[in-house]
């Protein structure tokens, strides 16, 4: 998240697609994950985005480097953790988010694990321990800190928890070998490490906010302008696909983007997808909401790394673009169980 601030030089410089001539693209350049599916590359193998094409032009490293390629345009949307998106917005990128992508909820999650003979069984007794996790100034550290002030402990106090970076890879290793006394597991390696046995979880990020929305993907105001319908194709066919997902069997889910992978033949993995369980997104259809945002707004005001009224909560996102309405409860199929559901018909949301 330190390097966020130095892409907002550069946003006036960027190359956002759409052209003077008025016509809308029909293409939007976008980075992926290794031996991942995402919710787009998802909509778009399901025929949800229409007559609009996805372009890979890599890999991205972070979320933090693929909203600041997004705002640099180099690609036509990111996605990243919101805390990241509200400091690139406060340092004055031009960029709103359009819809939400990930989250945490009872499969998906993230969870702050001890070992299971660890001493550690409160707040307080994280004082002068180690808590390894990806990356600092991002989600772990938030929900650690989140935790440990909902249970008491002073700003001095929460200063003497040492939140240490540690791959997400050696994260267990490093927790059995008491390196650290914390280790923050999501997703497959968190279930591995829990299969393996001999560790607890302290608290999860669910447990502690409840299901939530933890992402959205962002394009730039220019962008938004210049490519109205495209991005509400994008919008609404990433909001089919997150639905399609939350409805169809795992199994399927899981068969499908595993021949995505094999399909787009990019010398990857694609063992890992078996392990997937949820997108983890809490409102329907990627809808985003005050709330997803101000969380993170006050943790950054309060940490120092953004002035306070910098920005608003309400002035970072729209929804406009999401046309997804799910079926009516009369109706006799789920048109979101199969490739072939249509759209509802266009809300009158306006600029949240």
């Not at 390629?69 to 690139?88: E, H, M, P, R, Y």
């Amino acid at each position: 998240m330190t390097l966020l601030g130095a892409s907002v030089a550069a946003v006036s410089c960027g190359t956002a697609t759409g052209n003077s001539s008025g016509k809308q693209t029909k293409k939007l350049r976008y980075q992926g994950w290794a031996g991942q599916v995402t919710v787009p590359e998802l909509a778009e193998d399901l025929g949800y985005l229409g007559d609009v094409k996805l372009e890979w032009v890599g890999n991205t490293i972070s979320g933090p480097q693929d909203i600041q390629s997004a705002a640099t345009g180099q690609i036509d949307f990111g996605g990243a953790f919101n805390g990241a998106v509200v400091k690139l917005a406060a340092n004055g990128a031009p960029i709103t988010s359009v819809i939400s992508y990930y989250g945490s909820d009872q499969h998906a999650y993230n969870g702050f694990f001890v070992l299971a003979d660890s001493p550690i069984r409160s707040a307080r007794d994280l004082l002068g321990k180690k808590v390894g996790m990806n990356t600092l100034g991002a989600h772990s550290e938030a929900m650690l800190d989140i935790y440990l002030k909902r249970h008491g402990l002073s700003k001095a106090e929460i200063g003497k928890v040492q939140p240490l970076v540690v791959p997400p890879i050696n994260t267990e290793q490093s927790l059995r070998q008491r390196q650290i006394q914390v280790g923050v597991l999501g997703d497959i390696l968190r279930d591995k490490a829990v299969a393996h046995g001999g560790i607890r979880p302290l608290f999860t990020d669910v447990q502690l906010l409840g299901a939530f929305s933890a992402g959205t993907y962002v394009m730039t105001d220019r962008f938004l302008r210049q490519n109205p319908d495209t991005a509400k194709a994008f919008v609404t066919g990433v909001a089919r696909a997150i639905e399609w997902a939350r409805v169809t069997p795992r199994e399927q889910v899981i068969a499908r983007m595993t021949r995505i992978v094999r399909k787009r033949d990019r010398k990857e993995d694609a063992t890992p997808l078996k392990y997937w369980k949820s997108f983890g997104v809490a409102e329907t259809g990627g809808r985003i909401t005050d709330k997803q945002l101000q969380l993170w707004i006050d943790w950054l005001e309060e940490r120092g790394d953004i002035k306070r009224g910098k920005v608003t909560a309400s002035g970072l996102y729209t929804n406009q673009y999401n046309d997804y309405r799910p079926a009516s409860p009369a109706s006799p199929t789920n048109p979101e169980s199969t490739p072939t559901g249509s759209p509802a018909p266009s809300p009158t949301t306006t600029r949240s």
